[in-house]
């Protein structure tokens, strides 16, 4: 193979890649001398570092995330643009800011939180119950273990919490109530005519000048993208082996090797009293604390009580210090280890871990469960292929590419000696692929200079587990203009909409001089004219007029006593000849106490995301945050 890769290391393919190994030295070379920002990281902010695998892998969760809410509007192309991945390092950035003033600033996350906050995460449950077998296997398939998702959550706890903290002690008064319901309450009264431009439309004459014109003016609006046509051979070895017989007892060895994997775990349901180490609070008081509350359970006094009392854990508190059902691994060791040590209804001595010091009650024992081999067969089975596949995708694909590299003129006698299909699509834009072609990585090596401009054969393209493609292209349309012909209907419907508006924008003029004149007034004009004056008593929430027309006629100046302002505004296909006559400002005692609340809730919020930006601001000014943009 590696021969293979130096016989295509020349002529052009060589001066093409030793080309794009020069341009990162010509521009980037002297930073990489002076920048303090580690080798394999993107950013350094203060003393932490963002590496580049965490942003690859932060990155893609990101993008995984748009194109299940986007569906099919989802552009990878646009979302892996230069610009979109600064601008998610730079939300790495503002978030590791975040939690780093957190921290500084005594914020934590109580076991209590976490374990309730994971319970909830309905990925993780059965039929609205959290499953912890599940937790554990979800966690493990996106290579993830319990305690760094355990991190990662509390730290989203911690950035979601932060904007309260930072924000929790701003003031709203009545005064500001008062001022921001006068203006929010306010109400204008206007009158209008409608000057509607469709009608105007038949009397446009478009000639060919006009159009050829436009054509020649815009013929970037008439690009058709650039298509190719291309074959290609796809490997998946899962369906290969999925009509594989299996043999009964080769199933029944693996079920034995591997029967302590079927149990579930022993569960324990447990509440606990936290005595919370903090600002007010050192170990040491929280200690005694825990001993006079110890002092307290063994004279008889309800724990659910004292919990509702004494805990620092206020969710829990609220329910006799209930936990609900805790496993192996999921709470800290110290907890883990003083709670399994008890027997049912017993109460620990007092424990410390990072959060305090706790009395943990074990108030309920759910003993281990296990799969029969004929529960567990399905699964076993489905293991047992998927290994199949992983070996033979290493065969196949291990050939692919030798033989790719040994001739990458055309994939024909690839694909029959492999025994694989020989697919063929196209000619498609970077913007209509079908199937896997539409993967980001199959579209960005369909496009390259390799396989585009040299009509080789790309490398192999994995797409998914056990899952790769390569693509040669067959056929090439460069990106051209459309014939004119073909987009003449749209420019004469685009110039006969665009002249008709101008016509009725100048009418609304020539009348609005008239007024101003005082050779007319509105309802003369109407008459004359033979529309229909209306009018409205306006407030912001007056939604029909349109949010151009809204949005313009609350800037209007107020009109002085007696008078009227006018103004032409645009909607749609018309435009309004506006006459403002009135403004009358919110009464605030008008309001109720919904209204009332919703307004400090605004005002609050508003002053929230002010104080919580200033915040960010102040945190980077005062950081040392270094980025090397060139390795996004």
Do not use: C
């Amino acid at each position: 193979m590696l021969q293979a890769i130096r016989d295509r290391m020349t002529g052009v393919v060589a001066f093409v890649i030793l080309g794009f190994i020069a341009i990162p030295f010509v521009f980037f070379g002297l930073e990489s001398y002076t920048t303090t920002v580690p080798r394999d990281a993107v950013a350094r902010v203060g003393d932490l570092e963002i590496s580049q695998v965490d942003f690859q892998r932060e990155f893609a969760q990101y993008r995984a995330r748009l194109r299940d809410e986007q569906g099919d509007a989802y552009n990878e192309l646009a979302v892996n643009r230069p610009e979109t991945r600064r601008e998610f390092l730079d939300s790495m950035i503002d978030r590791r800011l975040l939690i780093h003033h957190a921290q500084q600033m005594g914020m934590a996350v109580s076991p209590a939180t976490l374990a309730e906050v994971i319970r909830n995460i309905p990925a993780f449950q059965v039929n609205g119950q959290f499953n912890a077998d599940i937790y554990r296997q979800r966690l493990l398939a996106n290579g993830e273990t319990v305690a760094s998702f355990e991190r990662q959550v509390a730290s989203d706890i911690l950035v979601q919490m932060l904007p309260n903290g930072v924000t929790g002690s701003s003031i709203v008064t009545s005064a500001d109530i008062d001022r921001w319901l006068t203006a929010q309450m306010e109400t204008r009264d206007i009158a209008w005519l409608a000057v509607d431009s469709r009608p105007w439309r038949d009397e446009v004459v478009i000639g060919d000048d006009d159009i050829e014109a436009f054509y020649r003016d815009n013929t970037a609006r008439f690009m058709r993208p650039e298509r190719i046509a291309l074959e290609y051979i796809e490997l998946q070895t899962e369906p290969m082996v999925a009509d594989q017989a299996i043999p009964e007892d080769q199933l029944r060895e693996r079920y034995e090797a591997v029967k302590s994997r079927f149990m579930t775990p022993e569960r324990r349901r447990a509440a606990h009293i936290l005595f919370a180490i903090g600002p007010d609070q050192d170990a040491e008081q929280a200690r005694e604390q825990a001993e006079q509350a110890a002092a307290r359970l063994a004279a008889g006094e309800s724990f659910a009580a004292l919990a509702e009392e004494l805990s620092d854990d206020p969710v829990s508190a609220a329910n006799g210090g209930d936990l609900g059902w805790i496993e192996p691994d999921v709470m800290m060791p110290e907890f883990e280890q003083a709670l399994y040590e008890l027997d049912e209804t017993a109460v620990s001595a007092p424990v410390q871990t990072d959060f305090g010091w706790h009395l943990i009650q074990l108030t309920e024992l759910e003993a281990p469960r296990g799969q029969s081999f004929e529960e567990a067969r399905d699964e076993i089975a489905a293991e047992v292929r998927e290994e199949r596949a992983d070996d033979l995708y290493v065969e196949l694909s291990d050939r692919l590419v030798d033989m790719v590299y040994a001739d990458p003129t055309g994939l024909a006698a690839i694909a029959e000696d492999l025994g694989l299909e020989l697919q063929s699509a196209g000619p498609f834009s970077r913007f209509g692929a079908p199937g896997v072609l539409a993967d980001p990585q199959v579209l960005e090596a369909a496009f390259s200079e390799l396989v585009l401009v040299e009509r080789q054969a790309s490398e192999l393209i994995e797409v998914g587990r056990n899952h790769a493609v390569v693509v040669h292209v067959t056929e090439h349309q460069p990106s051209e203009p459309r014939p004119l012909d073909d987009v003449r209907e749209e420019i004469v419907n685009q110039l006969t909409a665009e002249r008709a508006r101008d016509r009725a924008r100048e009418i609304a003029e020539a009348w609005l001089a008239e007024l101003r004149a005082g050779d007319v007034d509105l309802e003369a004009l109407a008459e004359r004219e033979q529309l229909e004056v209306q009018t409205a008593a306006a407030t912001r929430r007056s939604f029909e007029l349109g949010g151009q027309v809204l949005e313009a006629l609350f800037r209007l100046p107020v009109p002085a006593d007696g008078e009227s302002n006018w103004d032409v505004l645009g909607r749609g296909d018309q435009w309004l000849l506006v006459r403002l006559d009135q403004v009358r400002p919110g009464d605030p005692a008008a309001a109720d106490a919904a209204q009332r609340q919703s307004a400090r809730q605004q005002i609050r919020f508003a002053r929230a995301q002010g104080e919580f930006e200033g915040l960010l601001e102040w945190l980077r000014a005062n950081t040392e945050i270094e980025v090397a943009a060139e390795r996004l």
